[in-house]
């Protein structure tokens, strides 16, 4: 029973703290907004201008100038605020930003993350990525655990360009949730059903399983 989508973000939203600005990148990680824990006050941040992002609107209260860096539309809590790129980039390079949940193509056992170029596709560069995971407190990776080709993501070293070096704290896959520290994915959770030797035979980076690694629980 490994997580879908929506699971990985339900228990990324579960490492949020009262009090976090915190920047969700594209994909899995814009999900993150929709299960933010009850009794607790974070800050969205979005890099194109936007702090104090709310979840995704329903259909009847859609605007579309109230777009995230992925061009979805989003909602503004009371007190939101708006300011240019350049200012957003500012906050974030300044180490504002307690918190950054990112997708992968890559992450390495060292923490290092893979997450702009495609093999073969054309691209206009990593984007905002390079100076979130350069200067965020606290790198979280929502990624599935293999790619399409059933070829793990989690490895000894990143094939694919990098966009960030030993940055990594955390990665949530549909199967488990992974620390890395020393040099190793340290296993902390599986998701139910899922067992410790299924995690072990997709990833291909040292992973550490110490003792017993409870199911998930949200």
């Known amino acids: 029973m490994a997580l879908d989508k929506f699971g990985i973000a339900r228990r990324i939203a579960r490492e949020l703290k009262d009090g976090m600005y915190v920047n969700l990148g594209i994909g899995i990680p814009t999900l993150v907004a929709n299960y933010i824990p009850a009794g607790i006050s974070i800050f969205l941040q979005s890099e194109n201008g936007m ?23 989003v909602t503004i809590l009371p007190g ?15 180490g504002k930003v307690d918190l950054t949940v990112l997708g992968a193509m890559e992450v390495s056992e060292n923490g290092d993350i893979a997450n702009w170029k495609i093999p073969g596709k054309m691209v206009k560069g990593m984007g905002g990525a390079m100076d979130l995971v ?30 960030g070096v030993g940055c990594v704290k955390k990665v949530v896959t ?15 959770e599986r998701a139910p059903g899922v067992t ?16 017993e690694v409870p199911e998930i629980v949200f």
Request: glycine residues 10%; contains cysteine; proline residues 7%.
């Open 51 to 73: 702090l104090g992002m709310g979840p995704y609107p329903p259909e009847e209260e859609i605007d579309p100038d109230l777009i995230n860096a992925g061009k979805e539309t």
């Open 80 to 94: 939101g605020a708006f300011f240019d790129s350049a200012e957003s980039f500012g906050m974030i390079r300044a």
């Open 134 to 163: 350069a200067s965020a407190r606290n790198i979280i990776v929502a990624m599935m655990h293999s790619n399409p080709k059933g070829e793990s993501k989690l490895l000894d070293k990143c094939s694919l360009p990098l966009t």
């Open 174 to 188: 549909e199967l488990a949730v992974m620390d890395i520290e020393d040099g190793q994915f340290i296993l902390r």
């Open 196 to 211: 410790v030797e299924d995690i072990r035979s997709k990833t291909s980076g040292r992973l550490l399983v110490p003792g």
